[in-house]
Every structure is written in structure tokens, then in C-alpha cells.
Nanobody, 123 residues
Framework: EVQLVESGGGLVQTGGSLRLSCTAS????????IAWFRQAPGKERETVSC???????YYADSVKGRFTIASDNADNTLYLQMNSLKPEDTAVYYC?????????????????WGQGTQVTVSS
């Protein structure tokens, strides 16, 4: 059974940084689409960043230049480095993965999801 587990969330002040991690069991990130999503209270879930099976990356406009997605294939861990955090980044962050790599990561209907980790940015 595929399991994804996020960690690294927490409370941080505006301008601070956090690094989220996502580890997987029974799934290898290498050459598969993987993504970070977030959902704030009362808002729809949105794609924050993702990596396509060919290595291409996507960032939402709201996080470009501040967030960096990376996959460590040796440790089979997905990271999201978040810098210059803003209150509007407050949300539950989820990692997701899928075996279907025929489309760009932004278009993949992800089958596997973590339980989420809360990120709260205080003003």
C-alpha cells in the first residue's frame, strides 16, 4: 500500500522559512509525477508546485521565486523549501504522487495523497 507522509509544517512569522518533506512507502518518486498542493480554510485546493515525470517543474505564480521543489531520489523524499513566507501561504500542505506520467504534472489526477501538514504564517 502506497503511503505518503508529510512533515515540517509549523508556525512561522512573515518572512520566515520552512522546509516541508514528504516520504513515501511502496512508491518511488523518481520518474513519476509528484506534487505539493495546499488548501486554506474556505478555499479550493491549489497546486503549489510539482515535478513531471520528465523532470520539468511547475510553480504557482503566487510562490514563484520563493518556493523550491526538489526530489531526493537517494532518500526517496520530496521537499518544498518555502522562503519569504506570507500570511496568505497559511494552509494545509499535501504531497501527492501518481504512476501516470504521460501528462505534465499540473494535469495529473493524483491517486496518492499524504495526510497534510499545517503551515501557519503569522503577520
Amino acid at each position: 500500500e502506497v503511503q505518503l507522509v508529510e512533515s515540517g509544517g509549523g508556525l512561522v512569522q512573515t518572512g520566515g522559512s520552512l522546509r516541508l518533506s514528504c516520504t513515501a512507502s511502496e512508491f518511488t518518486f523518481d520518474k513519476h509525477p509528484i506534487a505539493w498542493f495546499r488548501q486554506a480554510p474556505g478555499k479550493e485546493r491549489e497546486t503549489v508546485s510539482c515535478i513531471s515525470s520528465d523532470g520539468g517543474t511547475y510553480y504557482a505564480d503566487s510562490v514563484k521565486g520563493r518556493f523550491t521543489i526538489a526530489s531526493d531520489n537517494a532518500d526517496n523524499t520530496l521537499y518544498l523549501q518555502m522562503n519569504s513566507l506570507k500570511p496568505e501561504d497559511t494552509a494545509v500542505y499535501y504531497c501527492a504522487a501518481d504512476y501516470w506520467g504521460a501528462a505534465p504534472c499540473l494535469l495529473v489526477p493524483y491517486d496518492y495523497w499524504g495526510q497534510g501538514t499545517q503551515v501557519t504564517v503569522s503577520s
